[in-house]
């Protein structure tokens, strides 16, 4: 496993921008798959963007594509979530996970996703 640790998050007007970062410990993070899922006040948990273990393949929710861009850099251990183009819709908590297989954090169960971050609070508004 590894330990995730999200920050970046914040309040933001509409349009606004936001970068979200999370560190992972542990030598074997360059091994995983990584993704970040949101969870808004009242609503299931739901899959936001992924990334290969290598960056070289990423993958978006349709809500989100064209906006989010999603990218590692593993000789620091990090994963990003810019976010561009904010809409009050976008409000949510914000989490990082990983697991070695890139299909289970695109398509799930999410429960069985190897590692999770604690979250960071994403607050747009309008």
């Known amino acids: 496993q590894v330990q995730l640790v999200e920050s970046g998050g914040g309040l933001v007007q509409a349009g606004g921008s936001l970068r979200l970062s999370c560190a992972a410990s542990?030598?074997?993070?360059?091994?995983?798959?990584m993704g970040w899922f949101r969870q808004a006040p009242g609503k299931e948990r739901e899959f936001v963007a992924a990334i290969a273990w290598s960056g070289g393949s990423t993958y978006y929710a349709q809500s989100v594509k064209g906006r989010f861009t999603i990218s590692r850099d593993n000789a620091k251990n990090m994963v990003y979530l810019q976010m561009n183009s904010l809409k009050p819709e976008d409000t949510a908590v914000y989490y990082c996970a990983a697991d070695p297989n890139i299909a289970t954090v695109v398509d799930g169960p999410f429960s069985d996703l190897d590692s999770w971050g604690q979250g960071t609070q994403v607050t747009v508004s309008s």
């Open positions: 542990g030598r074997t993070f360059s091994r995983y798959a």
